[in-house]
């Protein structure tokens, strides 16, 4: 197979881009932008809020576990002198670039189209000069990005790992709302079986589950029987880094043997060298908009499918949506996240019907801001990741409980895993967050599982 480079090539068309939204040179042929006039497309202002946003109750009770601090919003309005508002979101506790204030410094008073492209920006304020810029010329904006190849992208509705009573209504729910497909983690705490057993039975065969290993199955030898009795599901869809992605000869056995896919991040190791080496069959693209459209051509020329992963509230899903109509490759459901939160942050929910979104076809990103809710979430922008005090037990039917505390690193409980230190994918595993309820043995518990994770074996 011919693999072409994974350069910054693109850079001279980006800057073709720029110089056609600021109508001053040929504009491309799939853009039908007004005639720039004067300076309007010079930023004015930049308006910033913090939001938190409830989790939904069965999120909650999940992703309360390990990552709280996913509620935890910033949102972005920024006004050019046309008077056109763009939007933007940063998810502040897990983003691929934080928005800094000398990032809104520099960028007041500069030209949008000029500045969209820089990926250092970070994902909010990146987000709104593209909105902006497109509300502005009056087009969406995958008009900014490339040629429309899709006008439909297909979404994934995202829990972590959950209970399989949990697992199976969050499937149900997400194929009574119009979605074809789930992606969740595969956790050695929690028993697959019972996940997969309970899932199947409320979605239909032609449903679609991801699992999210994230490494934990370790190595080849221990991951292969796993994966095997997983693909025995009809509705088991694509493994995602079911080993770290830099062992090589593993992975590329992995490949060779699975009859589901396997999908890894994008550029670990290097593009060229996971097409080359046959370490997967598809990537998850994530990022800034240079590198998306970077990784998104890089994995069309190659014949890689892929799935985009931009996490959010319905902000961030919409930006998502014009991607995955100009890259070719984007044929995997899109992973957002946004169906954790109570209710979207946009006036109008993104509707999903037998698996696919439609491309918005509005000026800008084709939603609008939902200023009430944004004002009823506000609050103060927390000065670091918030870390509430995390007590988790994992039991089996031995009797065994094994404790693990937070410790300050958001992957507290990953990393026990990953290092081979609990038990290895037993079946029978349960995990719950043991509620403070502010007794001397719950803060001693705590403290000894913070400090090292333990295990008490059954009494006889």
């Given at each position: 197979?011919a693999i072409l480079p994974d350069s ?380 509430p005090a995390r007590l988790i037990e ?67």
């Open positions: 197979m910054r090539a693109l850079a001279t068309r980006r800057s073709f881009l720029a110089l056609a939204a600021a109508g001053l040179c040929t504009r491309p042929l799939w853009a039908k932008p007004k005639p720039a006039k004067g300076r309007q497309f010079e930023i004015a202002d930049i308006r910033r809020t913090t939001v938190k946003v409830p989790f939904r109750e069965t999120p909650a009770r999940n992703m309360d576990r390990e990552i709280p601090h996913w509620r935890y919003s910033e949102i972005f309005e920024v006004t050019l002198n046309s008077g056109r508002v763009g939007i933007g979101e940063t998810l502040l506790f897990y983003t691929w670039g934080v928005t800094e204030d000398h990032d809104v410094q520099r960028a007041m008073g500069r030209n949008a189209a000029e500045l969209m492209w820089d990926d250092s920006l970070g994902a909010g304020l990146q987000m709104a000069l593209f909105d902006a810029v497109a509300r502005t010329m009056d087009v969406p904006v995958h008009h900014l990005l490339g040629r429309q190849v899709h006008h439909e992208t297909p979404l994934s509705w995202w829990n972590i790992d959950t209970s399989a009573e949990d697992m199976a209504a969050e499937c149900k729910l997400a194929f009574d709302s119009g979605y074809m497909a789930y992606k969740t983690k595969g956790r050695p705490w929690f028993d697959l079986w019972r996940q997969m057993d309970a899932a199947t039975k409320v979605v239909p065969a032609d449903f679609k589950i991801d699992m999210d290993f994230n490494d934990t199955l370790l190595d080849a030898a221990r991951a292969e029987p796993i994966l095997a009795r997983l693909s025995e599901y009809p509705q088991v869809d694509i493994f995602e880094t079911p080993i770290s992605q830099y062992l090589i000869d593993d992975n590329r056995r992995l490949c060779e043997v699975s009859d589901v896919a396997i999908a890894m991040h994008y550029g670990h190791p290097r593009a060229d060298v996971q097409v080359r080496e046959r370490l997967c069959d598809g990537f998850v693209v994530g990022g800034g908009a240079s590198d998306l459209m970077t990784a998104g051509h890089f994995a069309g020329t190659n014949g890689m499918r892929f799935w985009l992963q931009l996490v959010g509230t319905s902000i961030t899903a919409a930006w998502s949506l014009h991607f995955g109509a100009v890259l070719s490759h984007a044929t995997w459901p899109a992973v957002n996240c946004h169906q954790l939160y109570v209710e979207p942050l946009t006036t109008e929910a993104i509707k999903v019907k037998e698996g696919v979104a439609q491309v918005p076809d509005g000026p800008g990103l084709g939603y609008e801001l939902d200023r009430a809710a944004v004002e009823r979430y506000q609050v103060a922008k927390p000065p670091r990741r918030p870390e994992t039991t089996w039917p031995n009797g065994r409980r094994m404790f693990i505390a937070n410790n300050g690193q958001v992957n507290f409980m990953l990393t026990v895993a990953r290092e081979g230190r609990m038990p290895f994918y037993e079946d029978g595993a349960e995990t719950r967050l043991v509620p403070n309820d502010g007794s001397r043995a719950w803060k001693e518990k705590y403290q000894r599982a913070r400090r090292e994770p333990f295990m008490e074996r059954a009494r006889r």
